[in-house]
């Protein structure tokens, strides 16, 4: 692998070097650049051709080359002939012009290594194209190597050089005398021309009617680049030293013989030999056999064969080969026509370029592209032959591929794109791309398509002529597909709309709506709903066509998976617009039925996503409602277990919320109740019901406002004093009686009074001793005309529904609880502040029935001397101190005769503060019957 890149490195540093030595310091390196060796020509291929540009234009040409290294083997006066010879043959191929010979750009200069003279782009030579790779880089270019002769090229390229030869003899008065394959250059278009003019022989009168042409002696000793090649030389030149334009005609003879074999020619001559090998093919010619012209096409055998004639007068000239039905081929006279061209008029080249189309697709692709499209691009320049050239133009980008195209063609189209001058031709030009619009946008790439061939279209749409603009709304739907969104939704689309909106003509108005229906499946679904469903209700026209031109782009994003209108565009701007549209007096039975049917579809729709949306809704809403209830059932639940936990663990107790009653073990401590979810019945559920209806409405009241008070000192020490308090009432009773009444038995058991007397909380036992203390002390409270708050704590006042400090909330009444006899205590505690302490004294008796059967009252005195109290005594003895300390008896073990051990309906005075001696037995009685009821 090292070897072969290493020799290939050789190789091109070797060319590059060849090329460097051979043309540095060349007066011809001062105007061109010298690129890479193409191809070899002239006599003997003697010349390296490269190809190049013109430093000042960038021109194309191509450099021919004669590195002088080449004769270094020749003595010295041998090399001087050979350039003599060379030289002879450029100035004289730069003396004439014509469009079948060479035509030199810059003219022969010579320097110490090189001879370089600068010519047409040319390809190669007839003879490399044959095979013959002399002088040649190494490797032979692949072009030169896989390139075949077409039969129209063969046809033309022969048609050429026999036109050249009939300028040289006829205008000219010349003959060439060495004309063979590498003195024919194939030019970059493919054209044939001649050259090597190192041994013409020009006429000595030209002048004369009659010419004569002086022909040198054959000398063998001269070397061979001096001495035109014998294989194409005519007998008489060798045998009888003799030349005339015939002579030229035998080697255009052997010249066809050579394309159609390949290179090879009639007969082979030996060099050393000459005259023996002329005399052994006089013989030959005079005897020719069929086999050497059997590979020449039929129609043209027989006139190579009289040009190898070995009498000249019998051989055709070079006018006459030129009207041979040979060259009459269709291909070969559509290829000379464009090579004259530049000679017809406007007329000329219409006729003819009209009918063009039908003869490019008989043309190989190569011979179109090489040949043809050069000249056709080149009429771009005229503005009125535009119309006729570009349907040729565009037939030809057809066949190339999207390189060939982009690099070929694309250039050139450029300023048609633009072209808006003269107005017909413009029209057309617009009508011609428009129907080729498919292939432009295939192989054009996408910054051209967005910047040439997008503002044609829309310069279309906007054209004047109605005939364009139909094309044009036609066209589009073919290569929507390839147009970019951007440029759709920006640009093409707002076209198609103004021209629907704006034009006159109702078959551009049709056109427009047929052509939004066939691209709306390249929109998304909301730039239909945003710009195309509002567009169609801005249409003025009501013409039956118009009408069924709306309801298709309807029922188009109506049924497009893509699109699909929602059910809030159908009900609020689609129906609402079709519905007055299906009643047009225009429409027939037909049209009518079209409408109806989509109409109808549309509200099917309709009412199947909205009943499915709202039963769905139904369902979850019906879920929610019953996961809320029993979500309500297991809080309410829940709340009161929590309630009963809390009251627990705060008060030892265990009390059923339904029933009200308390659940004692028989060791006297209450059950913990399980934390799991209770199973109600329907009538705990009304209860519960009941209870909730009954918090509420406590809740919606306006809570009091308590008087501020001193706090009350702490007590060390509780005391059961709910004996004590009953046993103090029936002594204040016994106060105000007349007689002697017996003394209580007793109270009747708590289990027997469930509510607790009506108290929904339980009460304080210190507490509820500072009430009766404060109710009985006449500076801080009771009076009989009512009851003065006085100084108190606002957390024992409870008018204002408040708890003593580190209390709970007062939980609701139980329902069961019974309330008879309570009938003012039981009122809200709104109603209790206005009403319980205004009213009048009434008598202890209804007090009495609260706690069992009567019994006999007993006197103060008799009851004091069945148990004295000095709770009482204090009261009793006018002559008593006040009280200074706390009073600090106990009850029933932290438990009070209620079951309690608070309440905040009872406010306890504050034990520091001295308080008087009763004033009377009969003020206190009345005050605690106010307080009572």
């Not at 000329?348 to 190569?366: A, I, T, W």
């Not at 069961?816 to 309570?822: I, L, S, V, Y």
């Not at 438990?895 to 309906?905: D, E, I, L, M, R």
Request: glycine content about 4%; overall charge neutral; charged content about 20%.
């Amino acid at each position: 692998m090292e070897s072969m890149l290493n020799k290939l490195k050789s190789t091109v540093t070797k060319v590059t070097a060849d090329v460097t030595s051979a043309v540095m310091g060349n007066p011809v390196t001062r105007e061109f650049d010298v690129g890479k060796h193409i191809a070899s020509g002239g006599n003997g291929l003697a010349w390296k051709i490269f190809n190049g540009t013109k430093k000042s234009t960038k021109q194309e040409v191509a450099v021919f080359v004669f590195d002088k290294k080449w004769i270094d083997k020749y003595q010295k006066y041998e090399k001087d002939q050979i350039i003599d010879s060379l030289k002879r043959g450029v100035q004289q191929l730069t003396r004439l012009r014509h469009p079948r010979l060479l035509t030199v750009q810059h003219p022969l200069e010579e320097s110490r290594d090189c001879l370089a003279f600068c010519t047409e782009p040319v390809f190669a030579s007839l003879a490399n194209v044959l095979g013959n790779w002399d002088n040649l880089p190494s490797p032979v270019p692949a072009d030169i190597k896989d390139h075949k002769l077409y039969d129209v090229e063969t046809k033309y390229g022969l048609l050429q050089v026999s036109e050249g030869l009939s300028f040289l003899h006829s205008s000219v008065k010349m003959i060439h005398a060495n004309l063979t394959p590498e003195n024919v250059i194939l030019n970059k278009s493919g054209a044939w021309k001649i050259m090597g003019f190192d041994f013409c022989n020009p006429s000595v009168n030209p002048s004369e009617q009659e010419v004569k042409y002086v022909c040198k002696e054959w000398d063998p000793n001269l070397p061979s680049l001096c001495l035109p090649n014998p294989e194409y030389l005519a007998p008489e030149y060798i045998l009888s030293v003799s030349c005339d334009p015939a002579s030229d005609m035998y080697s255009l003879g052997v010249l066809i013989r050579a394309v159609y074999n390949k290179g090879k020619t009639i007969f082979e001559v030996n060099k050393q030999d000459i005259y023996k090998s002329f005399s052994r093919q006089l013989d030959q010619l005079s005897h020719l056999n069929p086999n050497i012209l059997v590979n020449i096409p039929e129609e043209v055998r027989d006139h190579v064969k009289l040009l190898l004639n070995v009498t000249p007068a019998v051989r055709p000239d070079a006018d006459q080969m030129t009207k041979i039905p040979f060259f009459d081929d269709v291909g070969a006279v559509t290829l000379q026509y464009f090579d004259s061209l530049f000679q017809r008029d406007n007329l000329q080249k219409s006729q003819f370029f009209k009918g063009l189309p039908k003869v490019l697709p008989k043309l190989p692709k190569r011979v179109v592209i090489q040949r043809i499209l050069p000249a056709l691009t080149s009429e771009f320049v005229n503005p009125d032959m535009v119309p006729f050239v570009l349907p040729n133009v565009l037939l030809i980008a057809e066949e190339c591929t999207k390189e060939e195209y982009t690099k070929l063609i694309l250039p050139d189209l450029g300023p048609v794109f633009r072209q808006q001058e003269p107005i017909q031709a413009s029209n057309m030009i617009l009508l011609i791309f428009l129907q080729k619009m498919d292939l432009l946008l295939t192989k054009t790439p996408p910054d051209e398509i967005k910047n040439s061939v997008l503002p044609m279209v829309y310069r279309a749409l906007e054209a004047p002529s109605i005939q364009i603009q139909e094309l044009c709304l036609n066209i589009i739907p073919t290569f929507a597909n390839l147009i970019d969104y951007p440029s759709m939704k920006n640009s093409l689309i707002p076209r198609i709309k103004s021209a629907c909106l704006q034009t006159s003509s109702l078959a551009v108005r049709v056109n427009s709506l047929v052509c939004l229906g066939k691209i709306l499946e390249y929109l998304d679904k909301w730039y239909v709903l945003d710009e195309i469903i509002p567009f169609l209700q801005q249409i003025p026209s009501r013409e039956p066509a118009v009408l069924m031109g709306i309801l298709g782009i309807y029922k188009c994003t109506f049924t497009h998976k893509k699109l699909g209108v929602t059910k809030e565009q159908l009900a609020g701007k689609v129906l609402p617009h079709l519905i007055p549209l299906s009643i047009d007096n225009n429409l027939n039975l037909n049209q009518f039925n079209s409408f109806m049917a989509v109409i109808k579809e549309m509200l099917n729709k309709l009412e199947a996503e909205h009943k499915t949306k709202l039963e769905q809704l139904h369902v979850m809403q019906e879920q929610q409602k019953s996961l809320d209830i029993t979500n309500q059932l297991n809080m309410s639940a829940e709340h009161q277990l929590s309630k009963s936990n809390q009251a627990d663990k705060v008060f030892d107790i265990n009390q059923d919320f339904l029933t009200g009653a308390i659940e004692k073990h028989e060791n006297g401590h209450v059950p913990k109740q399980p934390s799991k979810k209770m199973s109600l019945t329907l009538e705990e559920k009304q209860k519960l019901a009941k209870e909730q209806e009954q918090v509420q409405k406590m809740k919606s009241q306006q809570p009091l406002k308590p008087s501020t008070s001193t706090p009350a000192a702490p007590v060390k020490q509780t005391k059961d004093l709910t004996m004590t308090l009953m046993e103090n009432m029936s002594s204040l009773n016994s106060f105000t009686s007349v007689g002697p009444k017996p003394a209580v038995a007793g109270f009747p058991p708590v289990a027997s009074m469930p509510g607790s007397m009506g108290f929904p909380a339980p009460v304080d036992n210190i507490a509820l001793n500072r009430n009766l203390q404060n109710g009985l002390n006449s500076n801080t409270g009771f009076q009989h005309s009512g009851f003065s708050m006085g100084t108190m704590n606002p957390n024992q006042n409870f008018f204002s529904g408040t708890a003593p400090v580190g209390m709970n909330t007062i939980p609701p009444l139980p329902t069961t609880a019974p309330m008879q006899n309570f009938s003012t205590l039981s009122s809200p505690p709104g109603m209790l502040q206005q009403n319980s302490f205004s009213k009048p004294a009434s008598d202890m008796s209804s007090l009495d029935s609260l706690f069992g059967p009567q019994k006999p009252k007993v006197s103060m005195n008799q009851m004091s001397q069945q148990k004295q109290n000095p709770w009482i005594n204090q009261y009793v003895n006018p002559q008593a101190q006040p009280i200074t300390q706390p009073v600090t008896q106990t009850g029933m073990a932290g438990q009070s005769a209620f079951g309690v051990q608070s309440n905040p309906f009872f406010n306890p005075p504050n034990l520091s503060q001295p308080t008087n001696t009763m004033k009377s037995s009969t003020s206190a009685s009345n005050d605690l019957k106010d307080l009572f009821g």
